[in-house]
């Protein structure tokens, strides 16, 4: 069974652009949340969307944006990048919101020169 | 903020149990306690979660204290591939998966 797909696996922007990342959960999975990962912060909640509906948002700036698609894939856009965006973005998914674990994706390595 | 507690790292011999440890005092009733690991370079992997009962699945068991404000994951041999940051963190229907720093795992042959 295909895991959580996320795309692209790297990317690099310029200061000031905006980026959309994607991110297919595992199919059956109604759960997506995002998290941003760096070495001086460490793993910090993004965004968690269930059946469409964003139901928590973490404490990023409103250049963070976030969505989910009715077949439960979701997107996520930064726009006005900054060096500090330089990031992995991670992705899980879950069938519901409790009950069971979170499958990860590998991520995008977003890297803002 | 996970609002959990763990060292932050421990070291093990190969092939003898681990035992990692978490404290989570202020955990409410509807909390799952969950545990994830992330190798070098990789993202995170779910491990086990529990809601009151011990666990047990092919990677590990958890052991959750009775009044549920600590709980221990148990590696039953560490293998060298077990080295990793280990999470502990809670998920309930109104709050996010969050993690904190976890523990460190170092595994010596």
């Known amino acids: 069974k295909a895991g959580v797909t996320q795309t692209p696996r790297y990317l690099i922007k310029t200061r000031g652009q905006q980026v959309t990342l994607s991110c297919s959960p595992i199919?059956?999975?109604?759960?997506v949340s995002w998290y941003q990962q760096t070495p001086g912060q460490g793993l910090q909640f993004l965004f968690e969307y269930f059946s469409e509906t964003q139901r928590n948002k973490g404490n990023f700036p409103g250049r963070f944006s976030g969505r989910q698609f009715s077949n439960s894939r979701s997107e996520m856009n930064v726009s006005t990048l900054e060096l500090g965006d330089s990031a992995l973005y991670l992705c899980a998914s879950s069938p519901r919101l409790t009950g069971y674990g979170y499958t990860f994706g590998s991520g995008t390595r977003l890297t803002v020169v | 903020d996970a609002k959990t507690t763990q060292p932050n790292s421990m070291e093990s011999n190969e092939e003898e149990p681990v035992h990692l440890p978490c404290n989570h005092s202020t955990i409410s009733g509807t909390d799952y306690i969950h545990w994830y690991r992330q190798l070098p370079s990789q993202g995170p992997e779910y491990v086990i979660h529990?809601?009151?009962s011990n666990v047990n699945n092919r990677m590990a068991s958890l052991a959750i204290a009775e009044d549920r404000k600590s709980s221990t994951l148990i590696l039953h041999r560490a293998t060298l591939r077990d080295a990793a940051v280990y999470y502990c963190t809670r998920l309930s229907g109104n709050t996010p998966l969050v993690f904190g720093k976890g523990t460190r795992l170092s595994v010596i042959a």
């Open positions: 529990g809601l009151t």
């Open positions: 199919s059956g999975h109604r759960s």
